[in-house]
């Protein structure tokens, strides 16, 4: 007989981040992860991570919210299920559960982990295996102040952790950003790939007066400069041909991304699996954008070492992943809750090799870092 599962558990975690992280929707000085654990009649253990941006900064769920609606709506859905039957368990969840994108995402990370385990597979595996044993992984300089950013930037690169690096703007007048981004730029080697992050803040006006001014010094992504709401206005500003364009907050899933293809909104996608509500939309939503011809970048919700690498397995599946991805969440966090810690070297994230996740929580920093 199939395993069924047999128990599902949540903990929030509260863990500081090295440095305040600046962005225009929130400034972090600590990170709240709900841990989420299925367990199966079969001994298996599943883990899963629900992480998003300053409480209700940045969208509709907040660390409490979803460990709340796991618990209470979530969990009866899953216990005495078939754990195997994982098309089968989402569709369940999606009948009774709307949105709570990021719950789902942690709960299906985690019935994939125990799968994967179940069949002595890595996680990749069931999204067809790895083409890639390490990913390229980009650096954000978000500390608001701009010699720290060049001192962090070049500290990365002598270190050979980072080359890729994406400044958090539209907190300050575009002039004034402008002004930080050439500092970075110019101060910077020609080694250095520099992009930027508006999150929404800036209007369509403003980002279609600063486009060039960002091109001439170097800028070679602009994510998310507009509201979210404004497709007509990513559809102006992408049609434009400046500077490559790239969705990050207008996707929320699949249809999203059927949207933005259709009116090309876009020239890149960032793929989050949180945002995109789970593993497997995720992989809808990329195949939507290879069809379209859009180009693929690996985003993140600034996620603990958990949903870091639950992403980053499905980003090792890929051919193409022309701008590589921001999978740094755990080096912004000042401590690990794994027990080995992920391996970022030569500006790169290795996949882990074992089943499942590959990866091994440390129950006593989980036990420290809970919140009471």
Known sequence: ????IVEVSTQILDIPTIRPHKMSVATMHNQCLVLVRVKTSDGIEGIGEATTIGGLNYGGESPESMKTNIDRYFAPLL?????SGLAALRQRIDKAIKDNRFAKCAIETALYDAYAKRLGVSLNALFGGAVHDRISVAWTLASGDTQKDIDEAQQMLDTRRHRLFKLKVGMRAPKDDLKHIRAIRQALSDEASIRIDVNQGW???EATQHLRALADVGVELVEQPINEKNLAGMQRLTALGIVPIMADESLKGPQDGFALASAHCANVFAIKIEQAGGLQNARDLIGIAQAADIALYG???????????????LFSTLTRLEWGTEMFGPLLLKDEILATPLDYSDYTLKIPQGPGLGIALDEDKISFYTRK
């Open 203 to 205: 209007s369509e006006t």
């Open 299 to 313: 985003g993140t919700m600034l996620e603990g070492s958990i949903a870091t690498i639950a992403a980053a397995h």
């Open 1 to 4: 007989m199939d395993a069924t």
């Open 79 to 83: 216990i005495g299920q078939p754990a």
